[in-house]
């Protein structure tokens, strides 16, 4: 079992910036790749950006290329998301989520994810 809790969400005016973080717990946590999801009012839980356990080789969103950076620390127990220049359609609750490293299924989907967090909502005035 991994046990995910996210922190870091507020109100932020457009052009602003926030660093959410994911403390991970349970088993051997650098042994998963991890990931941030979001869910806009009204829309499905899509994928913003991960981190393979491995290679720490980094993906993202298209959406999100060149403002946002995930990263974790050393111990691999903390996930962060670096969100700057965020815009209003940005709002959404980020949810922080786990693959164990030999897990199947897509890096991009939720079903590809066995863990997750309670979320934190982000909401970014205009």
């Known amino acids: 079992q991994v046990q995910l809790v996210e922190s870091g969400g507020g109100l932020v005016q457009a052009g602003g910036s926030l660093r959410l973080s994911c403390a991970a717990s349970g088993r051997t946590v650098s042994d998963y790749s991890m990931a941030w999801f979001r869910r806009a009012p009204g829309k499905e839980r899509e994928f913003v950006a991960l981190i393979r356990w491995a290679s720490s080789t980094r993906d ?3 959406s999100v290329k060149g403002r946002f950076t995930i990263s974790r620390d050393s111990a691999k127990t903390t996930l962060y ?3 700057n220049s ?5 709002t959404a609750v ?3 989520a786990a ?3 030999s897990s199947s299924g897509s890096y991009y989907t939720t079903d590809g994810y066995t863990y997750w967090g309670q979320g934190t909502q982000v909401t970014v005035s205009s």
């Open 60 to 62: 993202y969103a298209d």
């Open 81 to 83: 998301l670096q969100m």
């Open 86 to 90: 965020l815009k209003p359609e940005d």
């Open 94 to 96: 980020y949810y922080c």
């Open 99 to 101: 693959r164990y490293r």
